[in-house]
């Protein structure tokens, strides 16, 4: 999955944490927008907590209420290699690609450190 484009959304509770969402346009025929959820790390970057694909149809469902079964998390699937494990090296380059799009990187870092 290869970023195409990617921008800020606003902050949310993801699992409990306080993260950016982001929303990634990708060139991934079966997912061509997620959203990405980045929190702060220990090492004064980000990690990726999550990818959700939203499979609401945007002209019945124009409102983006995130709040029905149209929004899959595919964090996991994703990222799946043949052996039906994580490849990380396809995960951390998805996460890389998603921080370098535009002004990504900086408006997370001013997002998430007003929170704390």
């Known amino acids: 999955m290869q970023v195409i484009e990617a921008h800020v959304r606003g902050a949310v509770q993801q699992g409990g944490i306080r993260c950016g969402e982001v929303e990634v346009t990708t060139d991934d025929a079966k997912a061509p927008v997620v959203l990405a959820y980045f929190s702060q790390s220990e090492d004064n970057d980000f990690d990726l907590q999550a990818i959700v694909r ?3 149809d945007t ?5 983006d209420n995130n709040m029905h079964q149209a929004f899959e ?3 996991i699937s994703a990222f799946r290699n043949i052996n039906m494990k ?6 951390e380059s998805f996460k890389v690609q998603v921080l370098s799009s535009g002004r990504v990187r900086e408006e997370l870092a001013r997002l998430l450190e007003q929170t704390e």
């Open 59 to 63: 002209k019945t469902d124009w409102f």
């Open 73 to 75: 998390d595919i964090t």
């Open 54 to 56: 939203n499979e609401a």
């Open 86 to 91: 994580t490849d990380w090296g396809a995960r």
